[in-house]
C-alpha cells in the first residue's frame, strides 16, 4: 500500500509500506519528513511532478536507509511528489514525469526489458542510436561478425562504439593527419606528451592512468589502524605523490548544464579517486568558456552580432546553471572550487562566425595517494571484479559517443539521454571505501576504474583488458526494471567505482563498505583467457568478445585536409 504525507512545503511524499502502519510509526514518519501530514485518501487529485515510477531514485534510497536505522520496517520505496498547476509546468523528462493525479498505481510498472539484438544493419545501426563510427569502423565490424560466424548483439555494437568513441580513445587526438598531401611528423597527443618525455623532472606517471602523478613530500597520516572497526587511530610518515588532472564535458554541459557540470565535476573527482590502486582528491578548478552570454542587455560590443537561437541553452543560463552545478557537486562531497576562469567570445569575418556555440567545460583539481599505490597491480586469474555505488538507470546511454561528434547532429532524444545525473553523496561514500583502503597498511586493490562513459562495458573491460573475465549480471543492482541488457552493460549512472580485488581480501573490504555505507556488488572475476563476457541469469550472454576485438585492431583515425588561404 502507498500513504501519502503532506509536507508544509506542500510536496507530497508517497510511502510504500507492506503492512498497517501503528501510530507511532505514522508519527515517527511524519517527523521525519519535517512535521507532514498524513493523507487520508489513498489517491490525491491535481497536477504532480515526480520521478519515473520505473526509477527508484537515489533520494529514496537514502530515505529507506535513514527509516531502516530507525528501526522502522517494511518501507520499500519513499519518493517526493510536486504540485504544478498544468501539464505544460517544466521538468527533467529523462528523470521526472507529469501525473495527473497520485493513486496507488504510481509505483507500479508493466514495461518488459527489451530482449537481445542482433543487428542486420551496422550502417543503419550506427545512425539511429548515434553511434559515431566510422566507415573504417564499420568495416572492422563486419570483419568481427565474420571471426564469430554470428552477427552482432545491440550491447557489442553499442558497447564497442562508446569504448573507441573520441571521448574514450582518443581517436582524432592521437590519429595521424595529412595536409596537402604530407603526413604530420606527429600527432597531437604526441605533441602534448613530448614535454613531459623532454622535461620528466618529479613526474612519476602521466598519459597511462586516470590520472598524472608527481612526486610529493613526505606527510604525516593520521587514519585508523583498522578501517572494517572501531579502533585506534594512529599516525605515521608515508611518501606521498600529488594528482593532476583535468578534463573537459562540454557536450552535457551545452545540453544540461547544472548536470552537465555537475557530472564533469564528479567525474574529474572519480579519475583521482581511481589513480594507481587508490589516491584522494582534495581541491578542484572550473573553467567556463561560451558565447557571449548578453547579460543586462548587453556590453556594447556584443551588440554588434546578432543574437542567435541556441539549440538548448542560452549562453547566460549555461554559465549560471554550469557555475551552480560544479559548485553544487564539490559542496555535497566536501572538495572545495579554489580557482577557475570565465572567457566568452564570438566574432564574425569573411561571413563566418566563430564562438563558442559548444561551450567548453573544463574540470580539474588535485589530490594526493601513497607512493606505493600510485601504479596499478597486474591481474591475475581469480581477481574478483567489484562494484561500489548506486544503481543502474536509464541515464547516459551513449555519453562517449554522442560526445564525439558536433552537437545537434542527433535528435534531441538522443542527446538528452546522453547526459549523466548527478548523485554526490553515493560518490562520497565510495571515495570514503577507497580512501580506506589506501589508508591500511595493505592494500588489496589490483586495479580500479571510475565509471563514466559507456559505464561498466568500459570500466569493467579496462579492469580486464590483460587477461579477460566475465560479468554475471544477477549481481549487478538495478534501480529500474525495465532496462535492456545493453542498458544495464552501458548506462552512465555516476558514481560507482570498479575494482579488482585479491580474493583473500573481499570480506574485510565488504566490512568497511558496510562501515561506510557504500553499496558494494562483487559482479564476476578474471578469466585469464583474453575473453570478455556478460552473462544474463539464463546463460545466454548479449556481448561475448575477445578482448583484442575490443581494443586491440580498430582502424587508426587518418584524417586529410588543405590549407585554406583566407582573405
Known amino acids: 500500500m502507498i500513504l501519502f504525507f503532506t509536507t508544509p512545503q506542500k510536496s507530497v511524499i508517497a510511502t510504500q509500506v507492506d503492512h498497517k502502519l501503528s501510530e507511532n510509526e505514522v508519527e515517527e514518519l511524519c517527523w521525519l519528513y519535517g512535521g507532514a501530514k498524513l493523507e487520508e485518501a489513498d489517491a490525491l487529485k491535481g497536477w504532480f511532478v515526480g520521478p519515473r515510477r520505473e526509477m527508484i531514485t537515489p533520494w529514496s534510497t537514502n530515505a529507506v536507509e535513514i527509516t531502516q536505522n530507525m528501526n522502522l520496517r517494511g518501507i520499500a520505496r519513499i519518493e517526493e511528489y510536486f504540485p504544478v498547476k498544468s501539464e505544460e509546468a517544466d521538468h527533467d523528462p529523462m528523470l521526472q514525469r507529469m501525473y495527473n493525479g497520485l493513486d496507488q498505481e504510481i509505483f507500479t510498472v508493466n514495461i518488459k526489458p527489451a530482449p537481445i539484438e542482433y543487428i542486420s544493419d551496422l550502417e543503419s545501426y550506427n545512425e539511429q542510436e548515434g553511434l559515431a563510427l566510422s566507415p573504417a569502423e564499420i568495416e572492422y565490424l563486419h570483419g568481427v561478425e565474420k571471426q564469430l560466424g554470428r552477427q552482432l548483439t545491440d550491447s557489442e555494437v553499442f558497447g564497442f562504439a562508446q569504448i573507441n568513441s573520441e571521448h574514450c580513445r582518443h581517436k582524432i587526438f592521437g590519429g595521424s593527419f595529412i595536409i596537402d598531401g604530407k603526413e604530420m611528423p606527429s600527432s597531437l597527443f604526441a605533441m602534448i606528451k613530448k614535454t613531459t618525455k623532454e622535461n620528466p623532472h618529479h613526474i612519476i606517471s602521466a598519459y597511462k592512468d586516470n590520472v598524472a602523478f608527481a612526486q610529493g613530500p613526505v606527510v604525516e597520516q593520521f587514519a585508523p589502524a583498522d578501517h572494517a572497526t572501531s579502533d585506534w587511530f594512529r599516525v605515521k610518515d608515508i611518501e606521498s605523490v600529488i594528482s593532476i588532472k583535468a578534463e573537459t564535458h562540454n557536450f552535457p554541459t551545452t545540453v544540461e548544464p547544472f548536470n552537465g557540470a555537475s557530472t564533469g565535476t564528479g567525474g574529474e573527482i572519480r579519475d583521482r579517486m581511481g589513480g594507481g590502486v587508490g589516491s584522494w582528491p582534495i581541491a578542484g578548478t572550473a573553467v567556463y568558456m561560451t558565447a557571449y552570454p548578453r547579460l543586462d542587455g548587453g556590453r556594447e560590443w556584443e551588440d554588434i552580432l546578432p543574437v542567435r537561437q541556441w539549440l538548448y541553452q542560452t549562453p547566460e543560463q549555461i554559465l549560471i546553471k554550469a557555475s551552480n552545478g ?35 567545460m573544463l574540470a580539474g583539481g588535485v589530490g594526493y595517494g601513497t607512493k606505493r599505490d600510485c601504479l596499478k597491480g597486474t591481474p591475475q586469474k581469480g581477481n574478483k571484479v567489484v562494484v561500489v555505488g548506486g544503481d543502474n538507470y536509464r541515464i547516459g546511454l551513449g555519453g562517449g559517443s554522442v560526445s564525439s561528434v558536433d552537437t545537434g547532429r ?8 546522453a547526459v549523466q545525473r548527478a548523485n554526490p553523496e553515493m560518490q562520497k561514500r565510495a571515495n570514503n571505501l577507497v580512501r580506506a583502503l589506501c589508508e591500511e597498511d595493505v592494500n588489496p586493490v589490483v586495479s580500479i576504474h571510475d565509471h563514466g562513459s559507456a559505464g561498466h562495458v568500459n570500466c569493467l573491460s579496462e579492469l580486464v583488458e590483460e587477461c579477460g ?57 578474471t578469466t585469464g583467457d583474453a575473453h570478455f563476457s556478460f552473462v544474463q541469469g539464463d546463460g545466454k550472454r548479449p556481448f561475448d568478445l575477445d578482448v583484442a576485438q575490443m581494443f586491440g585492431h580498430s582502424p587508426k583515425t587518418v584524417m586529410v585536409d588543405e590549407t585554406v588561404e583566407r582573405k
Open 326 to 360: 560544479a559548485s553544487d557537486f564539490g559542496n555535497k562531497f566536501g572538495q572545495p572550487l579554489i580557482a577557475g576562469s570565465v572567457l566568452t567570445f564570438e566574432h564574425q569575418e569573411n561571413g563566418e562566425k566563430y564562438g563558442y556555440d559548444k561551450v567548453i
Open 410 to 417: 542527433y535528435s534531441s532524444g538522443i542527446e538528452l539521454n
Open 469 to 525: 573475465g566475465q560479468i554475471d549480471m544477477t549481481k549487478l543492482p538495478i534501480g529500474d526494471p525495465t532496462l535492456s541488457a545493453k542498458e544495464i552493460i552501458a548506462n552512465e549512472s555516476q558514481e560507482r567505482m570498479g575494482l579488482l580485488i585479491q580474493e583473500e581480501h573481499i570480506e574485510h573490504v565488504r566490512q568497511i563498505a558496510e562501515r561506510e555505507r557504500a553499496p558494494m556488488y562483487v559482479v564476476g572475476e
